[in-house]
């Protein structure tokens, strides 16, 4: 790894080690804020955590669209305001947290950021990365950054435990001024400066059935699969199962290992359509019966872990990445040649995926203020069949082949 780091221009290896401080980051924004969100409301509810999912996801899907000419005429101003937007976060949840306020900012923040890094991301991953060196780039940050993912939570949890969290967000602040300081060293060789119609791309998506079902399959991913009330839930019973930050981190790793386990088997079997079908398939049952399970026993911390390790490495993780990664990529390149309508399509898919988002978030709100925990895992039972019209979408003969 570290010839290939050596071998790659320094632009590349700042991409790699942004990347690698954002997935720092995210370690910090998933489990332990849900957990300091109960603790400064002085309850035991995630109210503020699913308003503040709601409130980042529905702004998430309307600025994507709307930054459409911003990123393609700036996607280096995009990208480091991006880090500008995930400093003001962390320090809102510093000096703020007091305030009730605080959520809906802190929300905002992290919606700026995440459409302003993602999209100017993308274009640079493709344009600045050389075709020699573009294998490398992907396996060597993909490593570098399944180790930040199980070395981070480790961390964060010893650090809340011993001595709160308010030094562990001053810890995460320090990481995203590392960030901006690293990405001012970045200078991209070529610039994207051009017009665009975005009327040419709404033009292409209603053309094609099969871009179509890309928005289908962004729309169930959101109700099911992206941080949906089925991943939110199983957060919650994590929180709620552990007593401190450092059993929350410990777990959170050893999820992100068999992730990556899992991820490496159904490399190693998933040879074929007809075998991924088949990989895909045979994990759907148990997607929608571990809620099931966690309702049978929500006491047990156990049975939790289970729910909690399950759900980040299939559904989030395994799931995800073949259905919303692989399978929608291979329809944008198979039916969209041009880099301009892609950034829009792929916008467009956004928002879709922003909605399911938003409407799954929206009902478990409804559940978390007027019902209890049981009731939770109920919607993730109900909202777990999405699968089956996720995967069946994903894998049918029409979706695997080319428009006519």
Same mark, same amino acid.
């Given at each position: 790894m570290r010839s290939s780091l050596k071998n790659m221009r320094r632009s590349e290896r700042i991409l790699i080690a942004v990347d690698v401080l954002l997935q720092s980051k995210s370690s910090f924004m998933s489990v332990f804020l849900m957990a300091f969100m109960m603790k400064a409301s002085l309850s035991d509810s995630p109210q503020d955590f699913v308003v503040y999912c709601i409130v980042r996801y529905a702004i998430m899907g309307v600025l994507s669209v709307l930054l459409i000419p911003f990123f393609k005429k700036h996607p280096l101003v995009a990208w480091r305001s991006s880090m500008v937007f995930s400093i003001l976060e962390i320090l809102t949840i510093i000096l703020f947290n007091s305030w009730q306020g605080f959520i809906y900012v802190t929300a905002i923040f992290s919606a700026l950021e995440s459409t302003l890094y993602w999209r100017p991301k993308i274009i640079f991953d493709t344009q600045e990365v050389s075709d020699e060196n573009r294998v490398s780039f992907k396996s060597t940050g993909q490593i570098l950054l399944e180790i930040a993912k199980i070395i981070m939570p480790i961390i964060l949890g010893f650090t809340i435990d011993a001595s709160g969290y308010q030094n562990a967000a001053i810890f995460i602040l320090i990481i995203s001024i590392a960030q901006l300081i690293l990405s001012l060293f970045f200078h991209p060789r070529r610039q994207t400066v051009k017009k665009h119609d975005i009327k040419s791309s709404l033009k292409q998506l209603f053309a094609h059935e099969s871009l179509q079902r890309l928005l289908w399959l962004q729309l169930l991913r959101g109700l099911v699969t992206a941080s949906a009330a089925y991943i939110v839930v199983a957060t919650i019973s994590l929180n709620r199962a552990t007593v401190d930050n450092t059993q929350r981190g410990l777990i959170t790793s050893l999820a992100s290992i068999v992730a990556i386990i899992v991820l490496l088997i159904y490399r190693k079997l998933a040879k %074929? !359509?007809?075998?991924?079908? /088949? $990989?895909? $398939? %045979?994990?759907? !049952?148990?997607?929608?019966?571990? !809620? /099931?399970?966690t309702f049978c026993s929500p006491s047990d911390p156990i049975i939790s872990f289970a729910y909690y390790v399950f759900t980040t490495a299939i559904v989030a993780s395994l799931l995800d990445s073949t259905v919303g990664v692989i399978r929608i990529q291979d329809i944008l390149s198979r039916h969209v040649k041009n880099d301009d309508d892609r950034v829009a399509i792929e916008a467009f898919g956004e928002m879709a995926l922003s909605i399911g988002r938003v409407i799954s978030l929206g009902i478990l709100l409804l559940v978390v203020c007027f019902a209890d925990f049981r009731q939770e895992l109920i919607l993730a039972f109900i909202t777990a069949f999405l699968i089956l019209p996720l995967v069946s979408i994903s894998i049918s003969k029409k979706a695997l082949e080319a428009d006519r």
């Open positions: %074929s !359509p007809r075998k991924q079908k /088949l $990989v895909l $398939v %045979s994990f759907t !049952p148990a997607v929608i019966l571990m !809620p /099931l399970i």
